[in-house]
């Protein structure tokens, strides 16, 4: 019984079918662990220093320089990317005149052979992750849906989002014209007016303000994905490929209880931002040329010449003057600053919090640690509050630039939407599973039926 508590201990799941396919793919996957780090001093002897030497040396230098390109300006930025480009290919130079290419080429694809197998062995023995369903007994009498034609380049109207709707009994709001439209109220009004259902297609700051009258209100929420990134849609398993599938669930859904983040008041539904990005989106030019804007903002945030020095704390953490907070709406699958990657439970009823601190290229090249640097922090809160030695900080809250009076408060309502999903959905994209020696050990020692 040691074998099943160690795989249960490690967030393994052991009597899963196919378990036996796991293992041995574990077990692959340290053996090409070993030829790899066994290949560089069988064939290359004293010689092997100077491949990690050379190696690790490559590994620093380009990230000191990816930095000073973001960095600074003028020439020692463009010489920054000058080494960052260059530095690959004077290693692979390096590499062959030593005569060791061959040696270091087999070496690094033993690695990523084993990453690979140990991805797929330990990703199929996650615990199950799925959200839990709840039946509807009866569909909305009176579904209202908001649609926004200009979002996701027009997917509405690609899709004939709003004829389909329609035939299936929903109230549908366009919105129209050039004027800004309160979809909050627009909302609010439909309740008023008694619709026991509400839904959304457009983008996730849209999706956000609708949900938090739905929550507020007890009634059911549908999302539509018919924007352009639709991560909120994707991370409760529906089809971005086609919105109008989303449709069957005003006659054919389930329910999914799921929480929701709330910043300064403000619903949000994937995450709020703080620090350099939310910076960035902030400045004016910043619409007409994000990549020429980030570029000439990012050196004056990272080195402290511009924006606020911000202070968050969260679950007994202190974390001082970070160049980037995210925090979201349940944790993603990895420590994601740029909010990009998965979350396949949005019921777990915590924030996800991952700050970045860089203020030198020797604490960026100390991110290369992983989660173990001191300018990384990951942790999970219930609420998080960033403060700053300004009376109003710039927010990112689901893609939208805000502006909010400090102190700005995070908080989680756990269960506080009911969103109504199609029964059949492509489901959930899993994120990729950690991978630690611990849980790869556990899973490639384990043997069925042991001690039983």
């Known amino acids: 019984m040691a074998e099943d508590a160690?795989?249960?201990?490690?967030g393994l799941q052991a009597d899963l079918p196919g378990h036996a396919v796991y293992c041995w793919l574990a077990r692959l996957s340290l053996v090409f662990a070993a030829t790899a780090a066994a290949i560089v001093?069988?064939?290359?002897?004293?010689?092997?220093?100077?491949v990690l030497a050379v190696g690790l040396a490559a590994a620093v230098l380009s990230?000191?320089?990816g930095y000073l390109f973001l960095a600074r300006r003028g020439l020692l930025r463009w010489l920054s990317l000058a080494v960052f480009v260059l530095v690959p290919a004077a290693v692979i130079v390096v590499y062959a005149f030593a005569g060791l290419l061959w040696v270091a080429l087999a070496s690094a694809a033993g690695w990523l052979l084993a990453g690979a197998t140990a991805r797929v062995a330990?990703?199929?023995?996650r615990a199950e992750e799925a959200m839990p369903e709840y039946l509807v007994d009866t569909p909305a009498a009176r579904p209202f849906l908001i649609m926004n034609p200009k979002s996701g380049g027009g997917k509405v109207?690609?899709?004939?989002?709003?004829?389909q709707a329609e035939q299936l009994g929903a109230v549908v709001f366009v919105m129209t014209g050039p004027e800004p439209v309160d979809v909050a109220e627009v909302a609010r009004q439909a309740v008023a007016a008694g619709a026991d259902l509400l839904g959304v297609a457009g983008g996730d700051g849209t999706?956000?303000?609708v949900a938090g009258v739905a929550a507020r209100h007890g009634l059911p929420f549908v999302v539509?994905?018919?924007?352009?990134?639709?991560?909120?849609?994707?991370?409760?398993?529906?089809d971005h490929d086609d919105p109008a599938a989303s449709l069957a669930a005003l006659s054919d859904g389930v329910d999914l209880h799921i929480d929701l983040g709330e910043v300064g008041g403000r619903t949000f539904v994937n995450n709020a931002s703080f620090g350099a990005y939310a910076e960035v989106v902030q400045t004016p030019a910043y619409r007409g040329d994000k990549i020429g804007t980030t570029l000439d903002v990012l050196p004056d945030l990272l080195q402290g010449h511009r924006g606020a020095r911000l202070v968050a704390r969260a679950a007994g953490t202190r974390i001082s003057a970070p160049q980037a907070v995210l925090v979201s709406n349940n944790p993603y699958g990895t420590a994601d600053v740029a909010g990009l990657s998965r979350r396949v439970r949005l019921d777990r009823g915590v924030l996800g919090v991952v700050s970045v601190t860089v203020g030198s290229t020797s604490q960026a090249v100390a991110?290369?640690?992983?989660?173990?640097?001191?300018?990384?922090t990951v942790l999970t809160a219930t609420e998080i509050s960033v403060t700053a030695d300004a009376s109003h900080i710039p927010v990112g809250v689901d893609g939208e630039a805000l502006l909010m009076p400090v102190p700005v408060v995070c908080m989680i309502r756990p269960g506080a939407l009911r969103v109504r999903v199609p029964h059949n959905r492509p489901g959930a994209i899993p994120p990729e599973p950690p991978v630690t020696w611990t849980r790869l050990r556990h899973l490639a020692a384990f043997q069925r039926g042991r001690n039983r």
């Not at 001093?41 to 100077?50: D, Q, S, T, Y």
């Not at 330990?122 to 023995?125: I, K, Q, R, S, T």
């Not at 991110?367 to 990384?376: A, C, K, T, V, W």
């Open 6 to 10: 160690a795989v249960a201990g490690s």
């Open 41 to 50: 001093p069988l064939f290359a002897g004293l010689k092997g220093l100077v």
């Open 224 to 238: 539509i994905p018919a924007g352009t990134r639709n991560h909120f849609a994707l991370d409760l398993g529906l």
């Open 63 to 65: 990230l000191a320089s």
């Open 367 to 376: 991110l290369i640690r992983g989660r173990r640097s001191d300018g990384l």
């Open 157 to 163: 109207v690609q899709f004939g989002l709003q004829r």
């Open 122 to 125: 330990l990703a199929g023995h």
């Open 207 to 209: 999706q956000a303000l």
